[in-house]
């Protein structure tokens, strides 16, 4: 890696104690980038481990509750205040000043235009395979950001309300393709995400059921928010060209900022199938469940299942389609076997 990519900051080891916990922070990352580049090209991120990153929340304070760290806790999902406070707190920081400067680089392009000046949705994508926790990521974003000063308004919408009816997926042979790119109704998504970010008063967001295993009926009503926070599989998938040499456009166009949640796939698997296994106590066991007939299986049984329907539907998905959009995310989360975030990867270049 060329010298001049490593940004300013004090030489590791000396001035590091000196010039602050940024500083020293920079240093830590400086040392990993240089050896962070297994292409030999410069890599654009740049590295932390935990205890660095925790050090760029500044003493910014941590007024998340552990009750409220229950409340947003997905199924399994051991995250605990110190990880909020270690990991999401800077994060939140980070994204408080993305906002600010990209409101910022409006107000340029308005003044250039000698518009009114608007404020626009800041859109933050979060993707990630199935049970990797990202739902738990982006809940936990979101609580963040509502303490920010001035209390903005933020919303969270999964990209699951916009999968096809089961109906639809059946009829199109897609059912075993759930969650797979052409099992979502891309253009309504595509739509959706356009409307709430040119300012529109009002834009319906479709639900879906994880207990009916369908879409629901019902949609939510999305009223001018500060931030957005779109949480799917493949919230950054790049656009692609059609046959007919027109562009179909893609959500991530739209992103302002975006994470990808990162966890090894035999983890990821695990993780799965030990969700699948509580499942069968919790919603399983609801007779109205799409999965109630798997509440009875044993273990052996359980485990069985659950690990056939990873291997044929979810981990084909992560290797075909989600694994391969990480590098277009702007900040890498990756998680140790424990679930716990164990490195940052912030987009520099
Ligand atoms: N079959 C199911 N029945 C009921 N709840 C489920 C089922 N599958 C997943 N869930 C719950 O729904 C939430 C979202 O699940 P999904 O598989 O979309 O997760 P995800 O966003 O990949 O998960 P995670 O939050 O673990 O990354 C999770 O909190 C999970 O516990
Ligand atoms: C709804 C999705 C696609 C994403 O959350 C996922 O949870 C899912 O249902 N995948 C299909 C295979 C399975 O049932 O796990």
């Known amino acids: 890696m060329r010298f001049s990519l490593v940004p300013p900051g004090p030489t590791p080891g000396t001035d590091e104690r000196r010039a602050g916990p940024r500083a020293a922070a920079y240093a830590t990352m400086t040392r990993v980038a240089l050896t962070d580049s297994p292409t030999g090209l410069p890599s654009p991120y ?12 500044e003493s910014h304070p941590m007024n998340l509750t552990g009750d409220d760290l229950t409340r947003l806790r997905g199924l399994g999902e051991p995250v605990d205040l110190d990880e909020v406070e270690s990991v999401y707190l800077p994060l939140s920081r980070l994204l408080y000043f993305y906002v600010e400067a990209t409101h910022g680089l409006r107000l340029a392009t308005s003044e250039f ?20 926790g990202k739902s738990t990521t982006a809940r936990i974003l979101r609580e963040l950001m509502l303490r920010w000063p001035h209390t903005p308004r933020v919303e969270l919408v999964t990209t699951d309300g916009f999968l096809y009816p089961n109906k639809v997926l059946e009829e199109r042979g897609l059912l075993q393709r759930k969650g797979f790119p052409e099992s979502y109704d891309r253009r309504a998504l595509l739509k959706f995400v356009a409307d709430v970010k040119s300012g529109e008063l009002a834009v319906e967001a479709r639900q879906y059921s994880h207990l009916t295993y369908d879409v629901l009926p019902a949609t939510v009503t999305i009223r001018k928010p500060d931030v957005l926070i779109v949480e799917g ?35 990821i ?33 359980a485990r069985a299942t659950a690990t056939d329907i990873w291997t ?17 995310a702007t900040l890498v989360l990756a998680k140790g076997s424990d679930h716990s975030v ?5 987009r520099k270049l």
Do not use: C, M
């Not at 740049?46 to 929340?57: D, H, I, K, P, Q």
């Not at 235009?113 to 990797?132: D, H, I, N, W, Y």
């Not at 698997?269 to 044993?298: C, I």
């Not at 164990?342 to 912030?346: A, F, M, N, P, S």
């Open 113 to 132: 235009l000698g518009e009114r000046p608007t404020r626009v949705p800041f859109v933050v994508g979060v993707a990630g395979s199935v049970a990797v």
């Open 342 to 346: 164990e490195t940052i990867k912030l």
């Open 269 to 301: 698997r695990r993780w799965y199938v030990e969700r699948f296994l509580r499942l069968r106590q919790t919603a399983f066991a609801d007779p109205k469940s799409y999965f109630h007939r798997y509440a009875a299986l044993s273990d052996a049984q």
């Open 312 to 328: 044929r539907i979810n981990e084909p998905n992560l290797i075909e389609n989600i694994e391969p959009t990480k590098g277009r």
């Open 233 to 267: 599989l493949n919230v950054l998938q790049p656009p692609t060209v059609r046959s007919d040499g027109t562009n179909t456009g893609s959500i991530s166009d739209f992103f302002d900022f975006s994470v990808y949640v990162d966890a090894d796939l035999e983890d």
């Open 46 to 57: 740049a590295v932390f481990g935990r205890t660095e990153w925790a050090r760029l929340s």
